[in-house]
């Protein structure tokens, strides 16, 4: 069966290039908060508030809930994130899926769960260590994040049900990978970090891809990053569609999911795509970025407020 892929670089706050209630799943992991500069002046988290940081991710989940068939999912995996003391003035967990949970429920999607993904990830601190707190002494040692989270979303509706018996047939899970994937917990390694600057392993979207989508099927990254969505979703048999916001990744993204076979019939397709200008700089959000106190409530603001508070406490 041939798929069609398409690489759309643009900014996925506004996915106009895709029609209502046309994709079967999303797969994606948004962006860190202040922690990795992805190049671009438009993108979302290196350079946002706290406030702004969750309003561009809602802008998104608005744009996904649009773009998913009713009865579908949407898989969001995100981490809690360390704040360091030496930038925000303390140390603190920020549990950003709180506020994802919280969003995509109020604009009509069912929470369904999570996914415990165990894995390793990087806990040293801006001089090194690997052992933070008071260690070896009680009781200020910190928690390792060796975990991230698979939020799991269904779109409310009736859901279509135009899938044939031979498709349902070729999308079969066999009993161990039911077994497997159907657990609350994972336990699989993360991807190493060749030339993007954050990737998840193929096994992630790989299992997502074969629990909630039928061969055929449209899958959708709003931040495609290296690709890996795509080119996971290609080997499954599923068309897929990735947004990316820096034009650099494009040789990366393609190299991942490999060469244009068009030509020949019966091949994939694979189709690259630039973002109107006028769609980029005129966004047209739905939501806007409004001052809410109890958003903000034991939240982490900006790191200058706490800059600005660690001063006043040493005068």
């Not at 899926?97 to 369904?112: H, L, N, Q």
Request: hydrophobic residues 35%.
């Amino acid at each position: 069966m041939a798929t069609n892929h398409k690489i759309i670089i643009g900014d996925s706050r506004n996915m106009a290039e895709i029609q209502d209630e046309s994709v079967q799943l999303i797969v994606t992991s948004p962006p860190y908060w202040q922690i990795k500069d992805y190049g671009n002046k438009n993108q979302i988290g290196f350079n946002d508030t706290y406030e702004e940081y969750i309003n561009n991710l809602n802008q998104v989940w608005f744009e996904c809930y649009r773009v998913l068939d009713p009865g579908c999912r949407l898989s969001i995996n995100i981490g809690d994130q360390f704040a360091r003391a030496v930038t925000y003035g303390r140390y603190k967990i920020i549990p950003i899926r709180t506020e994802i949970i919280k969003f995509c429920e109020s604009i009509g999607f069912d929470y369904m769960g999570a996914v415990i993904w165990q894995k390793m990830t990087n806990m040293k601190t801006s001089g090194g260590a690997s052992v933070m707190g008071s260690y070896p002494y009680p009781r200020n040692g910190h928690l390792a994040i060796d975990y991230e989270f698979i939020l799991l979303f269904k779109k409310l509706g009736k859901e279509k049900n135009n899938v044939s018996k031979a498709i349902k047939e070729k999308s079969k899970l066999t009993n161990d990978e039911w077994r497997q994937y159907f657990k609350g917990h994972w336990n699989f390694s993360g991807a190493k970090q060749d030339k993007h600057l954050a990737m998840f392993p193929d096994e992630l979207p790989r299992r997502l891809i074969k629990m909630y989508s039928f061969v055929g099927e449209n899958v959708l990254d709003p931040f495609l990053g290296s690709g890996t969505t795509s080119k996971v979703a290609k080997e499954l048999k599923r068309n897929s569609i990735g947004y990316e916001i820096n034009k650099e990744f494009l040789p990366i993204i393609k190299t991942k999911i490999g060469s244009n076979n068009s030509l020949f019939e019966g091949r994939d397709k694979i189709d690259t795509f630039f973002q109107n200008n006028t769609i980029a700089e005129k966004l047209n959000f739905n939501l806007k970025l409004v001052k809410n106190d109890s958003l903000m409530n034991n939240r982490i603001k900006h790191s200058d407020y706490w800059k600005e508070l660690k001063s006043k406490l040493i005068q």
